[in-house]
C-alpha cells in the first residue's frame, strides 16, 4: 500500500511539474501597446482628413484605401477601389503581401464614417471604432503613411462612389 502511495505521488508531482514546464506566457505585451498607443495618438493628429482631402489623396499614385471591416461587410458594400483585409487577419506578413512599400499612403474608412445606411455601415461605439485599432496596428507594424477619414459623411453623398453586391 505504502508503495502504491508512493508512486501515486510520484505521478502526481510529476504530472504537476509537466504542466509547469509546460505553461508559457502568452506574446502579449500591454505596457508594450499603451506606449505604442500613445505614439500613434501623436501621429494620428496630423493624419485626420475630411471627405475631400480625403477623396483627392485616393487619385493620387502609391495610394490604396484600406477596408479591414469583415469581408462580409467589405463584399456587401465599399468604397469603390478599396482593397481588404479583415482587422482581425492583421500580420506582418499578410500586410507585406497585400502592401509591400511601408511608404505607401493608406487611406483608412470605418462604420463610423458613413452616416444613414446602418445595413452596411452600423455605427460602433465610438471609443470601439474600427478606425482606431486600425491605425495603431497600422502604425506598430511601420506603416506610417497613414491618413483617416475624420469625418461622418452621409452614405448618400454624391462624392461617395461605393462598390459591392448590395450597391444600388
Given at each position: 500500500m505504502k508503495k502504491?502511495?508512493?508512486?501515486?505521488?510520484?505521478?502526481?508531482?510529476?504530472?504537476?511539474?509537466?504542466?509547469?514546464?509546460?505553461?508559457?506566457?502568452?506574446t502579449v505585451d500591454y505596457p508594450a501597446?499603451?506606449?505604442?498607443?500613445e505614439t500613434a495618438a501623436t501621429h494620428r493628429k496630423q493624419r485626420l482628413v475630411d471627405l475631400n482631402r480625403f477623396l483627392s489623396l485616393a487619385k493620387?499614385?502609391?495610394?490604396?484605401?484600406?477596408?479591414?471591416?469583415?469581408?462580409?461587410?467589405?463584399?456587401?458594400?465599399?468604397?469603390k477601389g478599396a482593397i481588404h483585409l479583415n482587422f482581425s487577419?492583421?500580420?506582418?506578413?499578410?500586410?507585406?503581401?497585400?502592401?509591400?512599400?511601408?511608404?505607401t499612403r493608406i487611406l483608412i474608412y470605418c462604420n463610423n464614417n458613413l452616416d444613414n445606411d446602418p445595413v452596411n455601415f452600423p455605427t460602433k461605439s465610438a471609443p470601439l471604432a474600427l478606425n482606431i485599432p486600425t491605425f495603431i496596428n497600422l502604425y506598430g507594424y511601420g506603416y506610417q503613411n497613414i491618413?483617416?477619414?475624420?469625418?461622418?459623411?452621409?452614405?448618400?453623398?454624391?462624392?461617395?462612389?461605393?462598390?459591392?453586391?448590395?450597391?444600388?
Open positions: 502504491w502511495i508512493l508512486a501515486a505521488s510520484f505521478l502526481v508531482i510529476s504530472h504537476s511539474s509537466l504542466l509547469a514546464a509546460e505553461v508559457r506566457p502568452a501597446f499603451a506606449a505604442l498607443t493620387t499614385p502609391q495610394t490604396v484605401i484600406l477596408d479591414t471591416r469583415s469581408a462580409a461587410a467589405y463584399q456587401l458594400k465599399h468604397i487577419d492583421f500580420t506582418a506578413d499578410k500586410l507585406a503581401k497585400l502592401i509591400p512599400d511601408k511608404q491618413y483617416e477619414l475624420s469625418e461622418l459623411v452621409d452614405s448618400k453623398d454624391q462624392r461617395l462612389i461605393f462598390a459591392g453586391s448590395d450597391v444600388r
